[in-house]
């Protein structure tokens, strides 16, 4: 197998402009690239540059015409239903990532917290987030989930 890793997610953006704010305020990613692609009415295109410097997300404007799972909520209160469910990130405090995300305009979905998961229990803190776009964002401190390469019971 060839792959390296993962390079980007896609999203598309209710408010291009606000969302790009996002993710560079409250979550530090830089704008890498951006461009428009007539051909696809892609008006506005950014490819955002996590701060790992390699994981990127990919975001469009609302009227781009992409190929995407699911299908787009008609509201906020509506669930759209796909295959991505959540976006997360790697943070050095679930606090402070979930408190700058609130501060930048997105909604609690669920407290930083610590949880216990799976026997051998692997105990990991996150937090998730609603943000302005409407993403669940959910924050994690490093974790090891390779917990059976480093078990002597396989």
Request: glycine share 6%; charged share 25%.
């Amino acid at each position: 197998m060839n792959i390296k890793g993962l390079a980007h997610i896609a999203i598309q953006a209710k408010d291009y402009p606000a969302t790009i704010r996002f993710y560079i305020e409250a979550l530090g990613f830089k704008r890498g690239h951006h461009w428009s692609l007539p051909s696809f009415q892609i008006k506005e295109a950014s490819m955002l540059i996590s701060p790992d410097g390699r994981t990127c997300l990919e975001v469009f404007d609302d009227d781009a015409v992409i190929p995407a799972q699911g299908k787009k909520a008609r509201s906020e209160e509506e669930v759209a239903y796909g295959a991505m469910l959540h976006l997360a990130f790697y943070v050095e405090d679930v606090d402070k990532a979930f408190q700058t995300a609130l501060t930048h305009g997105a909604k609690p979905y669920v407290e930083a917290d610590n949880l216990a998961l799976g026997e051998p229990p692997l105990i990991i803190r996150n937090a998730l987030v609603h943000s302005p776009n409407g993403e669940v964002i959910e924050f994690i401190q490093d974790v090891d989930f390779d917990i059976e390469s480093h078990s002597s019971v396989k």
